[in-house]
């Protein structure tokens, strides 16, 4: 049972923008950097953002990421056909012991 | 270009015992922490164990605690994951990812900067 709560799905328009949330606590993302990834169907994840707001070089800055307090989002404006993926935040978790955890994943659909 | 191939895993029964090994090459390995990352059908990612650049620390998720054991052969570029009493709940693909963090894993910084491409267990009787 993942600590870090995401939208299940969110869609849009090609050209649009999605916003995917990931909701945490003060034992995880209220005290350490977030990172996104992006799962094409049938791949391995790929890194999108770091530290929160970085890129990984060879990422579009149509990806952004920010967070505030115990909460994250992941941006994605420009919206193509190639970005319907599920999308996953992830951060370290001090609460009882100390492991990385991931979001509950969301299904981004271009209309 | 960095290259991260998992290997070893199969078909085994409850109970039993698997070692899946993950080959690193276009990069200095022994310079960087590594984990495991599983993901079960259809479902999403979950975080298995982490290793530092030398070995010297190894955390692991609740779920796999006391069952599995992560381990590296700096010498040979190879990540490890020891799987014991497997349960019908250890199904999955698990993907080897490098730790994108600094000082080799000994931060409170992680996040995989590069994954290999899976390779599936299934526990099966």
């Known amino acids: 049972q993942s600590v870090l709560t995401q939208p299940p799905s969110v869609s849009a328009a090609p050209g649009q923008k999605v916003t995917i949330s990931c909701s945490g606590s003060?034992?995880?993302?209220?005290?350490?950097?977030v990172s996104w990834y992006q799962q094409l169907p049938g791949t391995a994840p790929k890194l999108l953002i770091y530290?929160?707001?970085k890129r990984p070089s060879g990422i579009p800055d149509r990806f952004s990421g920010s967070k505030s307090g115990t909460s994250a989002t992941l941006g994605i404006t420009g919206l193509q056909t190639g970005d319907e993926a599920d999308y996953y935040c992830g951060t370290w978790d001090t609460s009882l012991s100390a492991n990385y955890v991931f979001g509950t994943g969301t299904k981004v659909t271009v209309l | 270009q960095v290259q991260l191939v998992e290997s070893g895993g199969g078909v085994v029964q409850p109970g039993r015992s698997l070692r899946l090994s993950c080959a690193a090459s276009g990069f200095t390995f022994s310079s960087y922490g590594m984990h495991w990352v599983r993901q079960a059908p259809g479902k999403g990612l979950e975080w298995v164990a982490l290793?530092?650049?030398?070995?010297?620390?190894?955390y692991y998720a609740d779920s796999v605690k006391g069952r599995f054991i992560i381990s590296r052969d700096n010498s040979k570029n190879t990540l490890y994951l020891q799987m014991n009493s497997l349960r019908a709940e250890d199904t999955a693909v698990y993907y080897c990812?490098?730790?994108?963090?600094?000082?080799?894993?000994?931060?409170?910084?992680?996040?995989?900067?590069?994954w290999g491409q899976g390779t599936l267990v299934t526990v099966s009787s």
């Open positions: 290793i530092w650049y030398d070995g010297s620390n190894k």
């Open positions: 990812a490098r730790e994108g963090g600094p000082y080799g894993g000994n931060s409170d910084i992680h996040y995989f900067d590069f």
């Open positions: 003060s034992s995880n993302i209220g005290n350490n950097y």
């Open positions: 530290e929160s707001k």
